[in-house]
């Protein structure tokens, strides 16, 4: 996926036929002032793979457009033991 077709997806300007939104604007963390990160997962449907859609968004100047990259991810599922008081 390149870079203009992952800045589509956010703008949800795609092919519903095409990708199928599975996360969207999951929270990565705080950048700085007014800036944090977020990334959105989408199934491309003619490959069955998932790519990741990292972005940047500012509350007072909105998405980055320059700063969105994109990746195929594939998803891991961990399971995890916690062990708590009776």
Not at 6 to 23: G, H, K, Q, T
């Amino acid at each position: 996926m390149d870079e203009q077709t992952a800045l589509n997806m956010l703008r949800e300007d795609y092919l519903y036929s095409e990708y199928e939104a599975v996360e969207e604007w999951v929270d990565d963390g705080h950048q700085k002032h007014d800036i944090t990160s977020y990334y959105s997962i989408f199934l491309r449907k003619r490959d069955n793979t998932f790519w990741k859609v990292c972005f940047l968004y500012s509350y007072s100047h909105g998405l980055d457009e320059y700063g969105v990259r994109a990746f195929e991810v594939e998803k891991k599922e961990v399971k995890t033991v916690e062990w708590v008081s009776k």
